[in-house]
């Protein structure tokens, strides 16, 4: 195979008419990019092809001083370097993960004898590539990336709006007719076919603006944009600031069948290896949270004090101190109540609003994240308190000095010992390899939309459906969910759906959001299963499924498997679960808790299973059900 792949890499001199030059594949060869030059020749507009997927990605980028997407000359293309690395990782979809592709650098040349690279990997599940200029000490902005995805005509499209927060609705498109700004990730589907693929970015750093998708010029090609000069009240540069030698981050393509892009660590794998050498401190866990029920709970010390009790008989870890516990009464403060939860053995998570000058929103405290030193003093001041992570929110901007921001944060607080949650923030790069003390991100339209207005209410199911094929695959997901009772707007989705979001969506720190009451009024065996339940894997396997109707979605973690079945259909359904994923030769005990008689009602089943099992599943109209997976030995 290394001849073949080393073939397949060297440049075609007899094709040199039909425009192609370089063709790579992933190590199982089902992954193939073709590099070619528009109008053929050696020079010229350079696209690549993402075989049988995308028939054009346009390349390049334009500087301040030179343009580097046109009249490009191809110098030479370097070997063929094998990528092989293992990793592990404190929380996410797989604690053991493989970073394994074919790599080649493709060095270009401009009219003006400046030199950009073009490095590509092929991955079994993806492709990814990046920009690179290797030579010079100059400062520069970037002015515009080319970079531009063209899409098969009938390519079935699951977007959602651009928007600071991240914090839309994936709309499902069968063409392109919508132009809008579009947020990551974005999901299409080839007509009449098994083969998806979905479009995101990893590993911006501090070099770069994050990104966003724009079909508003030309419907069918979807090219990468800067932030809004509006966005965070128009503070800082839309167009980022460079200094030579640079590398872009990666732009990643996950691809394939359904089931490879739910269960991919692509993200993961491009993204910079952990800073951190010993993460014994950070700890993924579940986390009991008042914003939900009570908006303004945290100013209430005994609403305080309810949640911490339920953390303590929910076994959970943690429980999250929202805005105002700076206003914090009715019979303790702050101290008082870390002081309380440390009694009960449950540790503390606290809130801050990012602002400063970037957002309008009051809600207090805020300025204590802003600087290093601000950083650094309360970082020392939580510590003190027993205080394990911070919750930071509002951060409406993506521009280069927000990334740096972000990053600044995730640094100190990684020195610090303090784990992190974004709130109203960017959809994860990949920064949770990186810096493991990155729990989660907010990055949704979740839960807390049904205290926002009735339209979510009826919107829900169908989003519930979609997340997991789209924003979930490429980080972990806060949408606070499991809730029973009803907030300021009333669900449609029965109980065994909201049971099986504990499995179905991946989150570092997963805060449930219901009321005390609404856990202790469960069955004993929902209750059982939320005390129970992890919140970081081993393993992931989708099972079944398609982008806003369905999904029966595995786990694993030790030698158990936990297992989350979510429809958003208005009917009512039967699912057939089939365990071909368990090993074979071993039995398990299935614990089934499903919809009951009605979307308030559970029924719990147990019996005795194994690899050429099956069961059927009764689904209510938006409905589900959530199970658990322990080996027996007889």
Not at 20 to 27: A, G, K, N, T
Not at 130 to 154: C, H, L, N, Q, W
Not at 312 to 332: C, I, V
Not at 404 to 425: Q, S, T
Request: aromatic fraction near 12%; proline fraction near 5%; charge should be neutral.
């Amino acid at each position: 195979m290394k001849v073949r792949t080393a073939l397949l890499l060297f440049l075609l001199a007899g094709q040199m008419a039909s425009g192609q030059r370089l063709i790579l594949e992933s190590p199982n060869h089902r992954v193939v990019a073709g590099l070619y030059a528009a109008g053929g020749g050696n020079a010229g507009e350079w696209y690549l092809e993402l075989s049988g997927m995308i028939p054009r990605i346009s390349l390049g980028l334009v500087r301040s001083d030179q343009d580097f997407s046109k009249n490009l000359r191809l110098i030479k293309a370097g070997k063929v370097v094998p990528i092989g690395e293992q990793y592990t990782v404190v929380h996410g979809k797989r604690s053991h993960c493989s970073n394994r592709a074919n790599e080649v650098i493709v060095e270009f040349e401009n009219d003006r004898h400046s030199k950009m690279e073009l490095v590509l990997r092929a991955y079994d599940d993806g492709l990814a590539f990046r920009y690179r200029f290797p030579e010079g000490k100059d400062s520069f902005v970037v002015r515009e990336e080319m970079t531009a995805y063209t899409i098969t005509p009938g390519t079935a499209r699951w977007l959602e709006k651009w928007n600071p927060a991240n914090e839309g609705l994936y709309k499902a498109m069968k063409d392109d007719s919508v132009r809008l700004d579009w947020g990551y990730p974005a999901l299409f589907n080839i007509p009449n076919s098994d083969k998806w693929f979905l479009i995101h970015e990893a590993g911006l750093d501090r070099t770069y603006c994050g990104s966003k998708l724009s079909n508003i010029s030309d419907g069918p090609t979807y090219k990468i944009s800067f932030p809004d000069q509006k966005d965070g009240r128009g503070l800082g540069s839309s167009m980022p600031s460079i200094k030579l030698p640079w590398q872009s981050p990666w732009r990643v393509i996950i691809a394939g069948k359904l089931s490879d892009i739910v269960e991919s660590t692509l993200v993961e794998d491009v993204s910079p290896p952990s800073l951190l050498p010993g993460a014994d401190w950070v700890r993924p866990g579940l986390v009991s949270w008042n914003y939900w029920s009570h908006n303004h709970g945290t100013k209430d010390y005994k609403v305080v004090t309810a949640f911490t009790d339920l953390a303590a008989r929910m076994n959970w870890p943690y429980t999250l101190l929202d805005w105002e516990w700076d206003a914090m009464g009715n019979g303790g403060n702050l101290e008082d109540a870390v002081k309380y939860a440390s009694s009960k053995g449950v540790r503390t998570l606290i809130w801050y609003n990012s602002g400063g000058p970037h957002n309008y929103v009051g809600a207090t405290p805020r300025d204590r994240m802003l600087t290093h030193e601000n950083r650094v003093e309360e970082f020392r001041k939580l510590h003190q308190l027993g205080i394990v992570g911070v919750k930071i929110d509002f951060f409406e901007d993506e521009k280069q000095d927000m990334i740096k921001y972000y990053l600044d944060i995730l640094d100190d607080a990684m020195k610090a010992k303090m784990m992190v949650y974004f709130h109203g923030c960017i959809v994860p790069r990949g920064w949770s390899r990186t810096y493991p003390n990155l729990m989660t991100c907010e990055a949704v339209r979740g839960a807390e939309w049904y205290n926002n207005g009735p339209d979510f209410t009826m919107t829900a199911p169908e989003h519930n459906c979609t997340l997991p094929f789209t924003r979930n695959v490429v980080g972990p997901m806060d949408y606070t969910p499991v809730t029973f009772t009803n907030s300021q707007f009333p669900h449609t989705t029965s109980y065994g759906h909201e049971l099986a979001l504990s499995v179905v969506f991946e989150s570092g720190l997963q805060h449930f959001a219901d009321r005390p009451e609404g856990y202790d009024g469960l069955p004993d065996a929902a209750r059982s299963f939320l005390k129970t339940v992890p919140n970081a894997w081993d393993d992931i396997k989708l099972l079944d499924g398609y982008p806003g109707q369905d999904i029966v979605l595995a786990r694993r973690k030790g030698d158990a498997w936990w297992v989350g079945g979510l429809s958003s259909s208005f009917r009512e359904k039967t699912k057939k679960l089939k365990f071909s994923f368990l090993p074979a030769g071993t039995k398990y005990r299935l614990t089934l808790i499903a919809d009951g008689e009605h979307d308030k009602a559970l029924t719990t089943s147990y019996q005795v299973v194994d690899n050429s099992s099956e069961v059927e599943v009764k689904l209510l109209r938006r409905g589900g059900f959530a199970a658990s997976l322990a080996p027996v030995n007889f």
